[in-house]
């Protein structure tokens, strides 16, 4: 159930505006921004709307708020409890990190390392008092390790919302782009996109084309300023 929630919204996106001449999209493997739309996370991104519009009832509603606050607890405990050299026997410190400590670090630090997981913190008698469900384990594991990660994504999709609406004039010369390939510069002017956003959306426009749109974007504006100044 999770695996369709975190995806059906970005098929549906695809059938409207890709129409099905493309059907390798309908993977999810080729859906935009998936580090962000992870299976792991389907109910943290999608039930709060859900409530919103009356599609979940009070008692998943009720789950849902205690698994999210268990998480934010978890995460802030992690970030907050230090480990010490020697406050772990180093037989055990060997057993989670493969060495001996070799100074303090928070558990987040030591959560982040490829090798050691949430069960492994556990084990050496680091875990949460009282112990926090496998669900919440799992989810603030994902979220600690791959936290780089994802939020270079985040930061990607917020810089693509703000560019969403960019307006691209009706004389917009597609042809003057330096760089674009001969295919996607044939599909802009066959589409004719009146925005940015609608331009991302063209089949086989990669983020490479956007930028040099956005470029070319930025060009075109300054030499519109430069022909108003002329004519004032």
Do not use: C
Not at 22 to 44: G, K, V, W
């Amino acid at each position: 159930p999770q695996r369709n929630e975190a995806y059906l919204g970005v098929m549906v996106d695809d059938l409207i505006t890709q129409g099905t001449h493309e059907p390798y999209r309908m993977f999810t493997s080729r859906a935009e921004h998936r580090l962000i739309l992870r299976e792991d996370n389907a109910d943290l991104r999608l039930t709060e709307i859900g409530h919103s519009l009356g599609l979940v009832n009070e008692v998943r509603w009720s789950q849902f708020n205690e698994k999210r606050e268990a998480v934010a607890r978890e995460r802030q405990r992690l970030q907050d409890a230090w480990v010490r050299p020697g406050q772990m026997a180093e037989s055990q410190e060997i057993a989670l990190l493969g060495e001996p400590l070799g100074k303090e670090q928070r558990l987040t630090d030591l959560l982040r390392r490829p090798a050691v997981t949430h069960t492994a913190l556990v084990d050496a008698g680091l875990g949460a008092q009282p112990p926090v469900e496998a669900v919440v384990a799992a989810q603030v594991e994902v979220q600690i390790k791959y936290q780089g990660y994802i939020e270079r994504a985040q930061a990607e999709i917020d810089k693509a919302a703000r560019q969403e609406h960019a307006v691209l004039p009706a004389d917009f010369d597609f042809e003057g782009v330096h760089g674009l390939s001969a295919e996607v510069m044939q599909k802009f002017i066959a589409a004719r996109p009146q925005t940015v956003g609608q331009a991302a959306r063209i089949a086989g426009v990669t983020p490479a084309a956007i930028s040099l749109l956005l470029v070319h974007l930025k060009k075109h504006r300054g030499r519109v300023a430069d022909d108003v100044r002329e004519v004032g």
